[in-house]
């Protein structure tokens, strides 16, 4: 009788994989030290699938058992957190919207359009350029820096602010600027777009740019949102350390893929610890190869 259900030469491909996966999830976590190894960490949900694979089309034995259990403990990680969903603050709640634009957007006009008409109340835009500029010149104002690089920003609001400001970060973050919005009732919005880490220097200033902005944050006495493409995933040690130093949560899966081709998760909406979320998801994607988030705060 097969010992497996595949044939041998795919059981052997599969096998090897899944003892690839547990290193390179092995490997994620030593991202706290090194940038390199953190690449491996984004992977989580993916690793998962070919343990669970693994487990189910090989014979059983000790490394199945390994499998199985392993990638059960990554998918539970994908999942979670369970959608955090409570009662809407006494004045929202507010519609949000999140949306990496991207510089070369083969449908901008398409883009620019549906962004007129969506239904939220205050939209904030990443890969901000002076192009997207004139097109985005319909939408109710806030404040902005255009650049003709992935660093540009801007944030609309339909409903009242009582200030938006474009702010800088210094050191290593030079250059990779974030929004501050403070609405009417008191609740402030943090727009951000850290570098993305893909070499020692963009690795540096991402962290520099993360530790400031987790300072910022955590020294704000109002409830807090912060929305954006991070350049970095749920799984990432570094993401985790930012995200506790701040004082704040996430509000939707782990998992969410928003960013084409490799279906990671890179952007986020992330609320003080104790404001209240009545609803989050994820727009169609469009003309960007990120997808738009929202959150109801």
């Known amino acids: 009788m097969d010992e497996s259900r595949l044939p041998h030469s795919l059981n052997a491909r599969l096998r090897c994989l899944a003892w690839l996966a547990l290193l390179a999830a092995g490997l994620g976590e030593l991202g706290r030290w090194h940038w390199l190894a953190e690449l491996c960490s984004h992977f989580i949900p993916h690793y998962a699938a070919i343990l669970l ?34 009662s809407p603050s006494a004045a929202g709640p507010l519609r949000l919207l999140g949306y990496n634009l991207r510089v070369d957007n083969t449908a901008a006009d398409a883009d620019a359009r549906w962004l007129a008409t969506v239904d939220a109340k205050v939209i904030f835009v990443t890969e901000a350029s002076h192009e997207w500029e004139t097109r985005l010149q319909g939408l109710p104002p806030g404040c902005a820096r255009y650049d003709d690089s992935p660093f540009g920003l801007a944030l609309f609001s339909r409903v009242p602010l009582k200030s938006c400001r474009v702010l800088g970060l ?43 902005l987790a300072a910022r944050i955590r020294a704000e006495k109002a409830p807090v949102l912060v929305l954006g493409d991070f350049n970095s995933s749920p799984f990432s040690p570094r993401l985790r350390h930012f995200i506790e130093a701040a004082g704040l949560r996430r509000s939707s899966p782990n998992g969410r893929p928003t960013w084409l081709p490799g279906l990671l998760s890179l952007d986020h909406a992330l609320v003080s610890a104790r404001a209240p979320v009545s609803g989050v998801g994820a727009y169609a994607w469009r003309g960007s190869d990120h997808r738009p988030i929202w959150i109801d705060w």
């Open 53 to 86: 694979l693994a487990a189910v089309f090989h014979r059983r034995d000790w490394q199945d058992a390994l499998f199985l259990l392993v990638g059960m403990g990554l998918a539970a990680w994908s999942l979670a957190p369970a959608p955090d969903v409570s």
């Open 170 to 212: 210094g050191g290593a973050a030079q250059g990779y600027p974030y929004i501050r919005a403070e609405l009417a009732d008191g609740r402030l919005i943090y727009g951000v777009h850290p570098p993305p880490p893909l070499g020692a220097n963009l690795a540096l200033a991402r962290d520099e740019s993360l530790r400031q």
